[in-house]
């Protein structure tokens, strides 16, 4: 009971960046386990929470935090907990009661298995009420709600407009619920269930938009990545279990991640740090390119976070060469080498044998504005990066070696800087790509900064003089000029 969906680290990450304390009040939607209102109620006593959700077992619960009993029926098959409550039961027993019901909805199949563990319940009921009890109680004293609205989310943003107070949720990950369950506790219990609609997570941007567009302050929560829109905070579980807050909030410039250490035994320690990612709209072409030496870890946690989910190297064991790229301070990406482990012979028919070679094993990029990519992989070609392990291999590098995973016969990101050595359909079933593509180039003689220019006026869209104003054309347009 009360175990919600929403990882506890990421609240407690949200609440250390986002000032609550400032709103007037807090609009909950989705409320669930109420976890959200129980978290920010422990650091905010005195702030006026309001929670929100339609299920039976979250406005039963919800009503009696702000004690407003609604009228609740038991019937069918559990007609036994109506007798047995009898009509004068206190409010907080008849929620614990729903609480069962809940239970007992895992078990309304009728088959042998479902049969056995529905009697169990029924029989142990008065230890498990009072257990449930206990456990309500203790909710009621600890989460003092200002408010409860049984309704659609919708109508709970509209009060947060209305009132001038913030709303912060993390709506369902999935569109509806358990059907058998829902059927069953329909049709065993009454009561006036409000109407709604089923939230679907495709609506995560469109929310966000509307949000702005009422000017309230505002903290959503989700598994989705949405590029357009600002974030106040990462919490990283694994490569694929990773949460988003989205906010209005941008006291601070940086962003805050938090990467619990289980995913360090995935790919190799991953160390949180502050920093600012690269807004390619200030971008002009004179800005300052500096490539910095990475820590192995710091360069992990930015992995985590960018690269294509699905991807997954191992990145633990032998020390690689690794750099950051930073552009005016802006962190634009990071590229890591190893040596290679193969001879190629190149589109144009050229042989390097693997001492002549580095391959890229990571070029990441923050954004995917741009065309920044591209950049990231153009720098990573630049002796000047590669000179230092050259001089500890005591061997001249001549060619860089890549590989790209990708669903189309090319890769975007190399096409025009890189030659397409080899594809192959992919045989990883469960990597979700269709072809495995090798790509390379010669080792540049340019500077990262001169790399930069040319991609600034050959791929970026961005116009000379952005200085000031911001403007960007579009990448397409770009690729027409070239
Ligand atoms: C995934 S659950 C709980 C999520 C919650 N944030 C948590 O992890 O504890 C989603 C909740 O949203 C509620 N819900 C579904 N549709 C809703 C709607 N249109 N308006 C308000 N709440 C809704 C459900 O009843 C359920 O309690």
Known sequence: MFAGSIPHGCVEQLLKVVPLGHWSSVRVAWSGAFILEQSILSRYPDLEVYGNDVSLYSCSLGKALINEPIDINFHSRLQFIQDYLGKDAPYSIKVA???VAYELSKYASDNI?????????????????????????????????????????????????ESGGGFIAFPPLKKGGPKKMQDFLDSSISWEPPSFNHFDPKELSSTIDWLKSLGIPYCLGSDQFLQEHEK???????????????????????LR????????????????????????????????????????NNLNFIKNIYLAKG???????????????????????????????????????????????????????????????????????SRSLILPIQNQKLNKIEYITTTAFSNSKMSMKYRGIFELNSRRPSTDEIDGYDYVLQYGS?????????????????????KSKTRNNGQQSSSRKAEKLN
């Open 97 to 99: 009661a729903v609480l």
């Open 113 to 161: 298995y479902g049969k056995k563990h529905f009697d169990y319940i029924q029989e142990a009921f008065p230890e498990i009420l009072i257990k449930f009890h206990l456990k309500i109680e203790a909710l009621i004293e600890r989460t003092k709600l200002k408010g409860f609205f049984s309704g659609d989310w919708k109508e709970q943003v509209k009060e947060a407009a």
């Open 232 to 254: 106040c905070s990462y919490f990283i579980r694994s490569r694929d279990n990773s949460f988003y807050v989205y906010s209005d909030f941008s006291g601070r410039n940086s």
């Open 257 to 296: 991640h938090y990467s619990n250490s289980q995913d360090t035994r995935a790919s190799g320690s991953a160390e949180p740090f502050l920093y600012t990612p690269i807004d390619t709209a200030r971008l002009r072409k004179k800005s300052k390119v500096e490539i910095v030496k990475a820590e192995q």
């Open 311 to 381: 991807i997954s190297h191992s990145f633990s064991g032998n020390i690689k060469p690794a750099y950051f790229v930073f552009i005016d301070k802006m962190l634009a990406g990071g590229i890591i080498y190893k040596p290679s482990d193969y001879a190629v012979i190149t589109d144009s028919g050229i042989h390097y044998e693997p001492s002549q070679m580095l391959r890229i094993l990571s070029d990441v990029c923050v954004s995917t504005q741009n065309k920044c990519s591209k950049l990231i992989s153009m720098i990573a070609t």
């Open 442 to 462: 010669k080792v540049s003689e340019l500077q990262p900064h001169q790399l930069y220019r040319i991609w600034f006026d050959k791929y970026s869209g961005l």
